[in-house]
């Protein structure tokens, strides 16, 4: 359904470090430059898309979205607290409930939830077989 995520940044190299450290721990590679003379970024890609991190492009102060979430697949329970352990330990905030199962109408789902350093919520999801 998607084809990429942006989050935007105040100060990138930071943000590098901390994306490449929660999306190795899910499996995903390190950041590529993208930089060019308009922008400042790093984008990860993935099977079916791309993730990237940029300065903003209006020279404005990144901010979070409010009531935003990214979500990343994770392949086991075990990638999530994985991810969730590496994020913290790299400068995120462990936000909402421990990470777990939860229950949906659409199956039990095993997540997590971070804020990045800017602020950004992050979640990573592993869908538990029924």
């Known amino acids: ?3 990429h995520v942006v989050v935007g940044t105040n100060d990138l190299e930071k943000a590098k470090r901390f994306y490449d450290a929660v999306l190795g721990a899910l499996g995903y590679g390190e950041g590529v430059s993208d930089d060019n003379e308009r922008r400042r970024r790093y984008v990860y ?3 079916m898309g791309f993730f990237i991190i940029t300065e903003p492009l209006d020279g404005q102060p990144a901010t979070h979205a409010n009531g935003g979430t990214v979500g990343f697949i994770s392949q ?3 990638r999530v ?3 969730h ?3 913290v330990a790299h400068g995120g905030q462990s936000v909402e409930a421990p ?3 939860r229950e949906a109408p ?3 789902l095993y997540l997590a939830y971070l804020r990045d350093p ?3 919520k992050l979640c990573a999801l592993h869908r538990l077989a029924p």
């Open 99 to 101: 990470p777990g199962v």
């Open 118 to 120: 800017d602020g950004n």
């Open 45 to 47: 890609r993935a099977d």
């Open 85 to 87: 352990a590496t994020g």
């Open 76 to 78: 086991s329970a075990s």
């Open 81 to 83: 607290d994985l991810w």
């Open 1 to 3: 359904m998607f084809s």
């Open 106 to 108: 659409f199956g039990s």
